[in-house]
């Protein structure tokens, strides 16, 4: 049986959406602190980037990034198909407020979340075929190694998605902020072998 091809996956650092705001697709920059980890991690960076990067068209994944491009300068393929889901009108709403003021909506859209979308928004069937066009495309290419700089729900979906992983799992992956994720589940120190 061949090897899963692997990706290695990478979230935005923090940013400066207020806490507890729903931020979606509202284009904010890193904070001080995302800014900093940014550049601790280049810094810290085991090897040479990929041959292959791909980010999302975001400002706070694009910040995320460019410490380890100035470390390393490598082609990049910025792509909307990265972006997070879209919240539509819930966009820069904080979630206490939607859920008081907004109850049967917020309530249903938490229930159905694969197949409701928040007004104006996309569903999370929406969001997995968006990032399925993506990985589709990277698999025709010939699947090579390559970084992919994003946000959680796209990233959570290409894991599902690499991992064979029933959509309903998105949640279950933890993607933390700033902190390099390999798939299929490798060291993260096995970078080095990529290039």
């Known amino acids: ?30 904070d001080s602190a995302g800014t900093l980890a940014a550049q601790a ?3 810290h960076w085991p090897a040479p980037l990929p041959r292959r990067v791909y ?12 410490p380890l491009l100035a470390k390393d ?8 198909r990265l972006r997070e889901l879209s919240f539509g009108a819930w966009e820069g709403c904080h979630w206490d407020a939607l859920h008081r ?6 309530r249903h859209w938490g229930e159905h979340w694969l197949d409701s ?7 999370g069937n929406d969001l997995f075929h968006r990032v399925g ?45 700033c902190a390099p994720w390999q798939s299929p589940a490798q060291s993260f120190d096995k970078a080095r072998a990529w290039n």
Not at 59 to 64: I, P
Request: net charge negative.
């Open 133 to 177: 066009d993506w990985h589709s495309e990277w698999l025709a290419s010939g699947a090579p190694p390559a970084l992919v700089v994003a946000h959680a729900g796209p990233l959570r979906a290409l894991a599902c998605l690499l991992n064979q992983l029933d959509p309903k799992h998105l949640f279950d992956i933890d993607l933390p902020h």
């Open 73 to 80: 300068p490598v082609d990049v393929c910025y792509d909307a």
């Open 117 to 123: 979308a928040p007004p104006g928004g996309e569903s």
């Open 1 to 30: 049986m061949m090897p899963r091809p692997a990706l290695l996956l990478l979230r935005h650092a923090t940013c400066t959406a207020p806490a507890g705001a729903c931020l979606g697709q509202r284009d904010v920059p890193l």
């Open 101 to 106: 003021e907004q109850e049967a909506a917020f």
């Open 55 to 66: 980010c999302s068209d975001l400002r706070r994944a694009r910040q995320t990034l460019a």
């Open 41 to 43: 991690l280049a810094d």
